[in-house]
């Protein structure tokens, strides 16, 4: 599944030459990639979600949806963001947040991905709103972005008992 969701990937963003867009994505681009590493690295030992697959290992999973299945999916939704009419903008988020949203069900339904401790598509549809929105916002008011998530992140933290400190000294030891 996550092989084929990076081939459909790959030919949508080729089929939309979205490389064009590449320096204007760039920062949004990077904010994803660097909030799904703070995921990853404060929910070292206690994953709200997880990927599964039969051909990849969990490293090899994360690793492609990280660097390559998100900033895909981030050149592709910014490559065609209406520019001016506010009600455009909406539709536009909305569609993309349900289309993200159905993408994940496929995924749950065929065990591709695994939902951990409370979990479930609603918080996974919050996170696609805040993504996207995020990701447009970062375009125009960057420290405003950055404010609003790193509350975001905390709020999700604490509402789901994420043992930061400990997993900060557990990933420290790893590495030493």
Known sequence: MHLLLTTCL???NAKNKTWRCL?????????VLFFN???YFFSYKKTLWEFKSPVLSLNAARILHTFVINPLIILLYLSKFPRYDLSKKIQYIIRWICLSTITEWIFLKNKAIKFN???HLG????????MYVNCFLLTIKPLLTMIL????TLYLTITFKIPVKKNIKNQLKKWM
Request: with cysteine; charged share 5%; hydrophobic share 50%.
């Open 10 to 12: 790959l030919i949508l």
């Open 117 to 119: 401790n409370g979990w």
């Open 37 to 39: 590493w703070l995921y």
């Open 23 to 31: 320096p204007k994505c760039y920062p949004s681009i990077l904010y």
């Open 123 to 130: 918080w996974s549809m919050l996170i696609y709103f805040k």
């Open 149 to 152: 998530s790193i509350l975001s």
